[in-house]
């Protein structure tokens, strides 16, 4: 019985988040009601305040379950990555930036970012933060497993090397959700052309340059 109330609370919080991320992106964050939101997961205002005390809380949340379908996917990649440097981190980095805007618009985006710089010790910004220092342990990983492969030099910091391509990419990303007109393609194109010179400087065995 315990097993059941639990999914059915799983579902009724999925459902309030989906609700939650899908008015966020109609009306804007600020232009979202509560009561909208329940509407649409069909709850009770009360229930919500039961899981969030208000939506900064709601889009921290969004947040995480964005961050967590990534990380899960991106077990597979740690786990075995093509055996080559540069692919393996496009590949990671790919399921990272493919997925940025499934739940979460850019607008929500720029909301949490500020959120989470503004307020850097509330709840909301210690979450950020945790969740971005998870993405960096994955990719710490994957240089680590690409070291056990021996395709990354053994005298490599590999942590350095995974905070390095984080921060990157963590920069890129906030000037891609700066501007609108900005594309997931372009970002990707960007992240090939910046990785490459880390690549060449920490791979053991250099790629051969196609004629």
């Not at 618009?105 to 010790?121: D, L, V, Y």
């Not at 950020?128 to 070291?147: E, N, P």
């Not at 910091?157 to 007109?181: Q, S």
């Not at 372009?186 to 791979?203: D, K």
């Amino acid at each position: 019985m315990s097993g059941l109330r639990a999914k059915h609370k799983a579902d009724r919080d999925r459902r309030i988040l989906e609700a939650a991320a899908e008015l966020f992106r109609e009306a804007g964050y600020e232009g979202a009601k509560i009561e909208a939101i329940a509407a649409e997961a069909e709850v009770s205002v009360g229930t919500i305040y039961n899981y969030y005390q208000n939506k900064g809380d709601l889009l921290v949340a969004i947040v995480s379950m964005e961050v967590n379908e990534v990380l899960n996917a991106g077990l597979g990649v740690v786990a075995e990555p093509p055996r080559n440097v540069g692919d393996a981190l496009d590949t990671l980095i790919g399921i990272y930036i493919e997925h940025s805007l499934n739940y979460l618009s850019k607008e929500m985006w720029r909301q949490a970012m500020a959120i989470s710089t503004q307020q850097p010790e509330s709840p909301f910004g210690r979450t950020y933060t945790a969740l971005d220092r998870t993405l960096t342990d994955q990719i710490c990983a994957l240089i680590a497993r690409l070291q056990e492969f021996g395709l990354v030099r053994p005298d490599v910091d590999g942590r350095a090397v995974g905070e390095l391509v984080f921060n990157n990419m963590n920069m890129m990303f906030i000037e891609f959700v700066k501007r609108d007109a900005s594309t997931i393609v372009e970002l990707r194109g960007a992240l090939r052309r910046q990785n490459r010179v880390l690549v060449e400087a920490v791979s053991k065995e250099k790629r051969v340059a196609e004629p």
